[in-house]
C-alpha cells in the first residue's frame, strides 16, 4: 500500500482499509460485528475490506477455541492483524558497540544483539561488524532477510534525509560517508538513518521516560554532549538536520573544551574514552578532591548546555541518558541551575531505556515509516516534512 494522494481514484478504499487495519491490530481476535462497531464503516465495507486484507497477507481469520460450552448455529469469525507477515530492524551505531533489534510489524521485540566495536574502527570495518550482527540476529530468530519491511539505524553525527552523515567526528570516517546508501546494499528495504540522539528521544517518548509528553528534550550526556528534541510530538531535527548540537556551546565563549574540565591531570581525557570518564566519577564518588573538581566543573558545562536548549524549547520534560544516566550528581544541579535559568523549569528525569534507547527509536523509526505504508491517513513522530 501507498502512501495516499488526492488524485487517487481508490482513496476512499485505501482509507477504509487503513481504518480496518488499524481497528485489527489494536483489538484481540475482533468480529466483524467488532470491526463494524469500531470502525464505524458498514458491515459489508468491513467484510469487503478485511477479505483483502486477508488476501494481501496482513490479516488472518483465527481458528475457533476448542472446549467451552458450544452456541447453536456457526461461530462468528474472527480476525487478527499478522505482526508476522513483516519484520523490522533498529540498530544503533556507536563508538564502542553496535546493537539490533528485531521486531515484527507490531513493534514488539523478538530478537536482539550486540557487539563491542573499537574506538578506532573504519567506516568499512564498522560496517562490516553491522552486516555480521544482524544476520546473527536474524539466524537466531529464525527469520529470512527478505522478510524485514524497513531497518532504522542511530549514528553519530548530523544526519542528512538521504542518510548521508554531514558531520561525524565520533567515529573515523564518518563524516561525508553515504551510511544510508551503503547500508541499502545489505537489504532489501527502505534504511532509514537517524542521529542517535534524535533516536534516543523517540524511543524515550516511545517506551521510555517520556510516554506521557510531547513536549521533551532527550540529553544524550558525554563529553560532547548531544540532544535531541521533540516539539507536539513530531522530532525536530531543525533545517540541515543539525538541532540539539549543544556540544559545541562551548565554542560561543567558553573556550575550555569538556575533555580538558574533566581531566584530574594537565592533559585532557580523549573524547572517545569512556572508562577514563567512568574512571573520574568513580574517584569523585571515593572522595577524591581532583577528581570531585573536575566532576564539578564538568556538570557545570552539562547544566549550561542543556539550559541553553531548554531556554530555546520551553519543554515539559528533560531525559538524561548515555552514560552518565545512573551516576551520582546529575540530576540535582541540572535541576538546581534550570530553575536558576528558567521561567518555567521543566521535570528533569533519567532515561529508562540506557543503553538500549538508541536502538530501540530506530526500531521506532522503521516502524514508523511501515505505519505511514499501512495507516497512510495517519501522522507519525519521526517523519520527515
Partial sequence: MGRLTGGDPSLLRRINSAVVLHALRGAVSPTLTDLTRTTGLSRPTVEGVTEGLIEAGLVVETVPEEGGARRQGRPARRFRFRAEAGHLLGVEIGSHRIAALLSGLDGRIIGAGSRDVSETACADE??????LL?????????????????????????VEADGTVRLGTALPGWTGLALGE????????????ENDANAAAVAE??????????????????????????IGGRLHRGYGGAAGEIGALH??????????????????????DEQ?????????????????????RFIQRLVHDVAALVLALDPELVVVGGWAAGLDG??????DELSRYCLRP????????????????????????????????????????
Fill in 126 to 131: 564498522r560496517l562490516e561488524r553491522v552486516r
Fill in 134 to 158: 544482524v544476520a546473527d540476529v536474524l539466524r537466531r530468530a529464525g527469520v529470512a532477510r527478505s522478510s524485514l519491511r524497513a531497518v532504522g539505524v542511530g549514528s553519530p553525527g548530523i
Fill in 182 to 193: 551503503r547500508l541499502r546494499r545489505s537489504f532489501r528495504c527502505p534504511v532509514l538513518v
Fill in 205 to 230: 517518548h516511545w517506551k521510555g521516560a517520556a510516554t506521557e509528553s510531547d513536549d521533551i528534550v532527550f540529553v544524550l550526556a558525554g563529553l560532547s554532549p548531544g540532544a535531541g528534541s521533540l
Fill in 251 to 272: 565554542l560561543l565563549g567558553r573556550e575550555v573544551t569538556p575533555e580538558k574540565l574533566l581531566s584530574t591531570t594537565d592533559e585532557p581525557l580523549h573524547p572517545l
Fill in 276 to 296: 577514563a570518564v567512568a574512571d573520574v566519577f568513580a574517584l569523585a564518588r571515593q572522595g577524591d578532591p581532583r577528581a570531585q573538581e573536575a566532576v564539578e
Fill in 330 to 335: 546529575v540530576l540535582d544541579p541540572l535541576r
Fill in 346 to 385: 521543566p521535570r528533569v528525569a533519567l532515561s529508562l531505556l540506557g543503553e538500549a534507547a538508541v536502538a530501540t527509536g530506530a526500531l521506532r523509526l522503521a516502524l514508523d515509516h511501515v505505519e505511514e505504508q499501512l495507516f497512510a491517513v495517519e501522522t507519525t513522530v519521526t517523519a520527515r516534512r
